[in-house]
């Protein structure tokens, strides 16, 4: 977004054209008249999905459609045109891998497929990630619901942090990332998008906390939710009336626990009690359900349980 920015500053200054330029979701703005009194003239132009209203002294009128076809022409080559190759391949249209190669070369070595959705506007996390990653190699496009980034980052997870942390502060509403690395073959990003958007949904089905998901390591969740429904209910039958009595710190140190791979010391640091004070937990939860969870046979067939109860509260 700041090249965009550059382009109308560098725009206004050598066409002596002053302008204001205010998108309706306040994602692009640009103030380039220097009275906001003088009479001027308004009128829109379509930047991506985004309608936006431009602010012309009256005196340049002649200019306008011209200013008009500048603007949206320019917003076209910076942030679709290389793009749409990408959503191409994502709708299954051939596209010549020699243009991948021309515009995004990173893309020919090993690469990363990250997926972010929000509860909020797509448009503005778009242009919270554009800014992020403006002058590197990484590819971000509007897709259905969803941003698809590719990218090679050195930590892919460090840097799903970062967009999720920054998309939360800045749009105060909830973000969720999933990803999945080492893609080698341009045209698997389909497949691999499918399988993020998977991850993502099922994240939010069972409610796991970190709202970042990896695909490969969300086996557990897909097996659970592919249990035959005769046999979900069979399992939601015999626990569901004792998860119902749990409270929000007991439901909130079972994830914990599993979140820690089972390891009472680090479960007791992430919640921040005493390690006497975890262990009298899961006793409860043991007196309460009959599961030892410390147990790794019986804590695997209790987190199944916990999960098909939290797939039944989810639909209530």
């Given at each position: 977004m700041n090249s965009f920015i550059s382009f109308l500053e560098e725009l206004s200054y050598s066409t002596n054209i002053k302008f204001k330029l205010n998108s309706d979701d306040d994602s692009l703005n640009y103030d380039?008249?220097?009275?906001?009194?003088?009479?001027?003239?308004?009128?829109?132009?379509?930047?991506?999905?985004?309608k936006t209203i431009i602010c012309l002294p009256k005196q340049y009128e002649n200019c306008r459609?011209?200013?008009?076809?500048?603007?949206?022409?320019?917003?076209?080559?910076?942030f679709s045109e290389k793009g749409q190759y990408i959503i191409d391949i994502l709708d299954e249209k051939e596209v010549a891998i020699g243009n991948i190669e021309n515009n995004y070369s990173f893309l020919t070595n090993k690469f990363t497929l990250m997926l972010v959705?929000?509860?909020?506007?797509?448009?503005?996390?778009?242009?919270?990630?554009?800014?992020?990653?403006?002058?590197?190699n990484v590819l971000s496009v509007i897709y259905g619901n969803s941003i698809v980034i590719l990218c090679n980052f050195d930590d892919v997870y460090d840097n799903a942090e970062g967009i999720k942390t920054s998309i939360n502060s800045e749009l105060y509403c909830k973000c969720y990332v999933s990803y999945i690395e080492d893609l080698n073959d341009i045209y698997k990003i389909k497949k691999s998008y499918d399988n993020a958007k998977e991850?993502?949904?099922?994240?939010?089905?069972?409610?796991?906390?970190?709202?970042?998901?990896?695909?490969?390591?969300?086996?557990?969740?897909?097996?659970?939710?592919?249990?035959?429904?005769?046999?979900?209910?069979?399992?939601?039958?015999?626990?569901?009336?004792?998860f119902n009595l749990f409270d929000s710190e007991i439901i909130n140190t079972i994830e914990e626990f599993v979140n820690c791979d089972l390891n009472i010391s680090n479960t007791a640091k992430k919640l921040y009690v005493h390690r006497n004070t975890l262990l009298y937990r899961l006793d409860k939860i043991k007196k309460e359900t009959g599961f030892d969870i410390r147990n790794f046979k019986e804590a695997a067939v209790f987190i199944i349980a916990f999960l098909v109860w939290k797939e039944y509260k989810d639909k209530q």
């Open positions: 380039g008249l220097l009275d906001d009194e003088i009479e001027s003239i308004y009128f829109n132009i379509i930047l991506g999905n985004t459609s011209l200013l008009k076809y500048t603007i949206e022409s320019k917003y076209k080559e910076v959705a929000v509860d909020g506007s797509t448009n503005e996390a778009f242009n919270i990630i554009k800014d992020l990653y403006d002058d590197e991850a993502i949904y099922l994240g939010k089905k069972y409610q796991i906390r970190e709202e970042i998901y990896v695909y490969n390591k969300m086996l557990f969740e897909k097996l659970v939710y592919n249990i035959n429904k005769d046999v979900k209910e069979e399992i939601l039958e015999s626990l569901k009336d004792k």
